[in-house]
């Protein structure tokens, strides 16, 4: 069993800049890829940023990317979300995710995939 505790959310302002983290209880932490999703208001859940299970493959959607890094702390059971030059239509509850994963390579793209999830935690930016 694993849970997952999302902070570093709040409002901020269009082009500011905020570090979501999740952090994992339980062993094993690094047998874990972890994602990152978003839902806005009247809106399916999205894929943000995934991450493989030591960190060495990274995938995002295209909407983020250049502006957000997704980053893992095995040692400290913790998954960040750096998000810089936010925009207003980056507002939504953001979740981290995690699977266990067999290979070193996979990152997985679909919340379908995922099995473990946190409770959210809302980014709101303001024009």
């Known amino acids: 069993q694993v849970q997952l505790v999302e902070s570093g959310g709040g409002l901020v302002q269009t082009g500011g800049s905020l570090r979501l983290s999740c952090a994992a209880s339980?062993?094993?932490?690094?047998?874990?890829?972890m994602g990152w999703f978003r839902q806005a208001p009247g809106k399916e859940r999205e894929l943000v940023a995934g991450i493989s299970i030591y960190g060495g493959r990274t995938e995002y959607a295209d909407s983020v990317k250049g502006r957000f890094t997704i980053s893992r702390d095995n040692a400290k059971n913790t998954a960040y979300l750096q998000m810089n030059s936010l925009k207003p239509e980056d507002t939504a509850v953001y979740y981290c995710a995690g699977v266990r994963a067999a290979s070193p390579g996979v990152v997985f793209t679909t919340g379908s995939r995922y099995y473990y999830w946190g409770q959210g935690t809302q980014v709101t930016v303001s024009s």
């Open positions: 339980g062993r094993s932490f690094s047998d874990y890829a």
